[in-house]
C-alpha cells in the first residue's frame, strides 16, 4: 500500500521560509518522479513544483520560480519543497504526488496523493 505523508505546514508571515517534507513508503521510490501541488480555498489544484526519479530534472511553475526548491533524498524516501519569501497568494493546502514514468505539470496524471498540509501566510 502505497502511502504519502505530508508534514512542515504551518502559519508564518509574508517573507518568511518553511520546509515541506514528504515521506513515501510502499513504492521504489526512485523509480518515481515526484510532484509538489497546491489548492487554495474556491480554487483548483495547481502545479508546483516537479522532480525526475534521479533528481536530474527539476519544473517550477512560473509563480514558485526562484523562491521554492524542490529536492528529494532517495535513500530517505523523502521530497522536500523548500519555500522562501513567502507570500499571501502561497496560502494553500500543499499536496505531495508520485508519477510512476515522468516529471509532470499535469494532476490527474500522477498515481499516488497524499493528504496534503496547509500553508498560511499572513500579511
Known amino acids: 500500500q502505497v502511502q504519502l505523508l505530508e508534514s512542515g505546514g504551518g502559519l508564518v508571515q509574508a517573507g518568511a521560509s518553511l520546509r515541506l517534507s514528504c515521506a513515501a513508503s510502499?513504492?521504489?521510490?526512485?523509480?518515481?518522479?515526484m510532484g509538489w501541488f497546491r489548492q487554495a480555498p474556491g480554487k483548483e489544484r495547481e502545479f508546483v513544483a516537479t522532480i525526475s526519479g534521479n533528481g536530474g530534472m527539476r519544473v517550477y511553475s512560473d509563480s514558485v520560480k526562484g523562491r521554492f526548491t524542490m529536492s528529494r533524498d532517495n535513500a530517505k524516501n523523502t521530497v522536500y519543497l523548500q519555500m522562501s519569501s513567502l507570500k499571501p497568494e502561497d496560502t494553500a493546502v500543499y499536496y505531495c504526488?508520485?508519477?510512476?514514468?515522468?516529471?509532470?505539470?499535469?494532476?490527474?496524471?500522477?498515481?499516488?496523493w497524499g493528504q496534503g498540509t496547509q500553508v498560511t501566510v499572513s500579511s
Open positions: 504526488a508520485a508519477d510512476r514514468y515522468y516529471p509532470r505539470r499535469t494532476a490527474a496524471e500522477y498515481d499516488y
Open positions: 510502499g513504492l521504489t521510490f526512485s523509480w518515481y518522479a
